[in-house]
């Protein structure tokens, strides 16, 4: 399996977050659709679309037909796009840029940017209701989703990071709980969330490899951004060098340097194959995404 | 029925508000347990409750057991609690008292209120997903949900509302249309919702009838807020009067004046009554809350 699948398969992506966008946000009867066009700004935002592609890979690697996994795909990048809308708002990062474009709240203005992360959320759980999976797997993925992007998942560690700065005692396994948390447990559930619209059922095992290889491979991600803060220039990184260092940001590279930073990253990247190769099938598109996310980041 | 039930059912819901909390925030390993602590002060807030009512009220009277509603109603309580705190940030409404309490972006800080009602709102769908109904059922309580309150529903509707002062040609029809959206949907929701919950399925002929009398019970009590907020003293009315004409908002009095729009929201109770009374099976509980509601509002 080579990168053309993926190429393919994240133009398909686009091609049906379109169609998706257009049967719930063209709504010809209202005063305004502001709303509708803020959310429609926010997520053709020319993303990587990691998210969508672990749950595409993990699905299709399960023997799941694409067309049974497009509505999964689109409600999960629904809330990843809906958490940086509100990360990105004053009160939180207050960011006026993402990927070269303003931020949703500069766009539009700040109460639409918070509609928006709210009506997102409301989509994601709407195109799960509603896809051509059975009701007992639209149940388990709502439950996984909800479970990943809440209180423990996502929004928790989100407050967690905004308050790590004041922790004096913070170990690396508070770094690890935090980082899993923000961006781990949406990882995970992304390809858990593609695997779980196998028919037949996932079984025990298969899960929690699964959920080992998010898990190792979320955090050789993060693990690399940190490294790849301190060692490259502005240009090259596409956003801010240095950025963590000035907001004195608890980072691997603080608690470990930047040599052992490196190491613990290749180390979680090879625990993430292991992990897939425990699986009880071969997971060719998982490793051919596994590859491709690296070599651009690494 | 008398009001009994309703205190009685309002105490159950309370108790069991709290074992879900108890259940979904009880997390002894994080570093921080803030965000837990401001969900936890934003949902135990005395509210009404009225809307778990609803749901209850019309469960109980398709035949559901209440065990099997509290999942339920605790997912709407959320959901409704999740819009209040949303609404109230500076970036909104600028809110800084509710029930007499400081709202919770002034109790906590504004991050954290952003982050409690995204976090309520996934804790919804958690428990919605959570319940001991059927899949089947529970994918259409999801729906049910998720389109009530995204952007065709509440966080359309309070977009509408926040851009309503600069239309200049607002019909009485677009002042309906905000509220339905705004309140009506989350509303007709809680109903449909709780009489989903039946084993043998809701007709689609109750499903009607139970949508118009939560469309008409829910206007009804827009209609007497805003008159109440011309005829009545702050004093009596537990908050500010006058509110709206001060904010120049777009209100049923402006439009028909005061007795039209009291005849209006008579009308609308009548219509709510008739809606009621269409179903195959006597409503005894949503009767019993309809007066309990109107008797404290009209």
Same mark, same amino acid.
Not at 242 to 249: F, L, Y
């Given at each position: 399996?080579?990168?053309?699948?993926?190429?393919?398969?994240? !133009?398909?992506?686009?091609?049906?977050?379109?169609?998706?966008?257009?049967?719930?946000?063209?709504?010809?009867?209202?005063?305004?659709?502001?709303?509708?066009?803020?959310?429609?700004? $926010?997520?053709?935002?020319?993303? %990587?679309?990691?998210?969508?592609?672990?749950?595409?890979?993990?699905?299709?690697?399960?023997?799941?037909?694409?067309?049974?996994?497009?509505?999964? $795909?689109?409600?999960?990048?629904?809330?990843?796009?809906?958490?940086?809308?509100?990360?990105?708002?004053?009160?939180?990062?207050?960011d006026v840029l993402r990927r070269g474009k303003p931020t949703c709240h500069v766009a539009y203005d700040e109460p639409t940017a918070l509609l928006v992360g709210d009506a997102l959320q409301s989509l994601a759980f709407e195109c799960l209701a509603e896809s051509s999976l059975s009701p007992s797997i639209q149940v388990q993925q709502v439950k996984c989703l909800a479970s990943a992007i809440g209180q423990l998942g996502m929004a928790g560690g989100q407050q967690l990071d905004l308050l790590a700065p004041q922790y004096r005692d913070m170990t690396v396994q508070d770094l690890e709980m935090i980082h899993r948390m923000k961006t781990g447990a949406l990882i995970e559930a992304s390809i858990v969330m593609g695997a779980l619209a196998k028919s037949s059922g996932l079984s025990l095992s298969d899960r929690a490899g699964l959920r080992q290889f998010g898990r190792a491979l979320g955090l050789a991600f993060q693990v690399m951004d940190d490294v790849l803060d301190v060692t490259s220039d502005t240009v090259s990184l596409g956003k801010? $060098?240095? %950025?963590? !260092?000035?907001?004195? %940001?608890?980072?691997?590279?603080r608690f470990m340097g930047v040599e052992k930073a490196k190491n613990y990253?290749?180390?979680?990247?090879?625990?993430?194959?292991?992990?897939?190769?425990?699986?009880?099938?071969?997971?060719?598109?998982?490793?051919?995404?596994? !590859?491709?996310?690296?070599?651009?980041?690494?």
């Open positions: 399996m080579d990168g053309a699948w993926l190429v393919a398969q994240r !133009e398909q992506f686009e091609q049906q977050l379109v169609l998706v966008l257009d049967r719930y946000l063209d709504v010809p009867h209202l005063i305004s659709f502001r709303l509708q066009e803020a959310m429609r700004y $926010a997520m053709l935002n020319g993303g %990587k679309r990691a998210r969508p592609l672990l749950c595409y890979a993990a699905g299709l690697d399960m023997g799941v037909a694409v067309d049974d996994l497009h509505l999964v $795909a689109v409600a999960i990048e629904a809330v990843h796009v809906y958490s940086l809308v509100h990360d990105d708002l004053p009160c939180m990062d207050d801010t $060098a240095g %950025k963590d !260092e000035a907001q004195n %940001k608890a980072t691997y590279v990253a290749i180390q979680l990247n090879d625990e993430a194959k292991a992990a897939l190769r425990q699986c009880s099938v071969s997971m060719p598109h998982c490793e051919a995404l596994q !590859e491709w996310l690296i070599a651009r980041t690494f």
